[in-house]
């Protein structure tokens, strides 16, 4: 299969980059780098004005999963005009370039859970209203919109894809880097400041979980504009999700939560993965293990 991964050089793009190329696809990578980070076929382009009709016309490509865009609900709060660019912009000129050269190319569109803000009943299912409470959160909304248009009317084949809190190797960023960086700069004796009380939830799903997901869909999914929820359909609050790094890490350092509630930040999730689970997906890696993965990348590579 000859797949265009954008943003390959991120989070996500990468773990897909380095999954799929181990099977034999044939893959592309576009992103803002000036050099990707192994060996592939990576195209370089610019923030302002990304090449994708020039990308679209020179090569021939089977499906296309965009992992790109702003994922920092903190930075949406004090820039959302850049993160509508990454998140809504580049989102239409994708679709269009898709439209004008290769119809039947199928399109993976990586949104959020964010796009539910605070639920009003866990757990959440795809049909749930939408209620943002963040820029990103608006910003994937509309992008989700986007794709609707460009499935009804134009008739390109799609499927929308709502993570909710994806971890692992890699993610330098959010709860558990976020945690070991405060712990590699506290001076002894002192506590961990964190936000929040600890009994905020999340439903959190390894890395690789979400590659496997995106296979998933792009092999047996309608793709007719259908929204999946991506996650393992477990609630684990914050507490005990921080329990589970340290055990892992091998540390148990003093921490305390301040009571806080960090503006765009949800309070609890649990995602119904029926739909996805319906076409043939199941986890494979529990939290226990997948705290593990993180834990030994962060040591051989950080400690």
Request: hydrophobic share 35%.
């Amino acid at each position: 299969m000859r797949i265009l991964i954008i943003g390959s050089e991120g989070f996500i793009g990468s773990h897909c980059v380095h999954y799929f190329l181990e099977k034999g696809d044939i893959i592309t990578g576009l992103d803002l780098f000036s050099a990707p980070s192994r060996d592939y076929d990576y195209v370089k382009v610019s923030r302002l004005s990304p090449e994708f009709e020039e990308i679209f016309r020179q090569k021939d490509f089977d499906a296309v999963i965009n992992t790109a865009g702003n994922g920092n609900v903190s930075y949406s709060m004090t820039h959302p005009l850049n993160d509508f660019e990454s998140n809504c912009l580049d989102t239409i000129r994708i679709l269009d370039a898709i439209r004008n050269n290769q119809p039947a190319c199928k399109y993976i569109h990586l949104s959020s859970a964010a796009v539910y803000g605070n639920p009003a009943s866990l757990p959440i299912k795809e049909e749930h209203t939408p209620g943002p409470v963040s820029p990103y959160g608006w910003n994937k909304h509309i992008s989700e919109q986007i794709c609707k248009q460009y499935t009804s009317i134009y008739n390109v084949q799609i499927a929308v894809l709502r993570p909710f809190s994806v971890y692992g190797a890699g993610l330098k960023k959010q709860l558990f880097w976020d945690l070991y960086q405060k712990y590699r700069s506290a001076s002894a004796n002192t506590s961990i400041e964190l936000f929040g009380t600890g009994m905020e939830s999340r439903d959190f799903i390894y890395v690789t979980d979400v590659v496997r997901a995106i296979e998933c869909i792009i092999s047996d999914g309608p793709l007719n504009g259908e929204v999946y929820n991506i996650a393992c359909g477990h609630e684990t609050t914050i507490k005990d999700a921080i329990h589970c790094f340290w055990k892992a890490y091998g540390e148990q350092p003093a921490y305390y939560f301040n009571g806080k509630q960090r503006a765009g930040d949800p309070l609890n999730w649990r995602a119904d993965i029926s739909r996805l689970i319906n076409i043939g997906f199941k986890t494979s890696v529990s939290m226990q293990e997948g705290m593990e993965k993180l834990t030994s990348w962060i040591k051989k590579n950080y400690s």
